[in-house]
């Protein structure tokens, strides 16, 4: 906010080649495929890898810091593609809603803010947004598929954005 706008621009000029090294980096990193949901195909929780199984049957569980998180399907090899994702999103979202709480409860103090509410809902190209105003967060059902320092993290930097950066 202090500096002129010509400043500004020749910072960023200044660091064009650096830019686009960076923007290389991440267009050539390896993109996990998308799901069939198929037998044997993994999902990720909590930052591991695990695999469905059986006809019938899809047995999932890991142990890990939100408590134990376990996931069991009875699916039948009939069901549609988009009825399977909207199960596994519907469970990436509830794993979610259990772990933000005692996140919240943990940093509220330690950082002297209220988070009155959270949300979790599927978003395209954020891992997390909040609002002062209605003092919540909104956070990405993605997230429950990534390890829980990752969770932490956009909860931490959400509720920092919000109430100590106006």
Not at 5 to 10: A, F, Q, S
Not at 117 to 125: A, L, N
Not at 159 to 165: G, L, V, Y
Request: hydrophobic share 35%.
């Amino acid at each position: 906010m202090r500096m002129d706008l010509d400043t500004i621009r020749v910072f960023a000029i200044s660091k064009l080649a650096w830019i686009r090294q960076q923007q290389k980096k991440v267009n050539e990193q390896e993109r996990e495929t998308p799901r069939e949901y198929l037998d044997r195909e993994s999902h990720y929780v909590l930052g591991q890898a695990l695999f469905a199984e059986g006809d019938r049957t899809r047995r999932a569980a890991v142990s890990s810091n939100y408590s134990t998180t376990a996931c069991c399907w009875q699916i039948r090899p009939s069901t549609p593609k988009k009825k399977k994702q909207a199960l596994l999103e519907d469970w990436y979202r509830s794993s979610s809603k259990e772990a933000v709480p005692p996140l919240i409860a943990k940093w509220d103090p330690l950082m002297g803010v209220q988070v009155d509410r959270f949300f979790v809902q599927r978003m395209k190209t954020k891992w997390g947004s909040c609002s002062r105003t209605s003092a919540s967060i909104r956070l990405n059902t993605d997230l429950a598929r990534k390890p829980r320092e990752c969770l932490e993290y956009i909860v931490v930097h959400e509720m920092d954005t919000c109430w100590n950066h106006p």
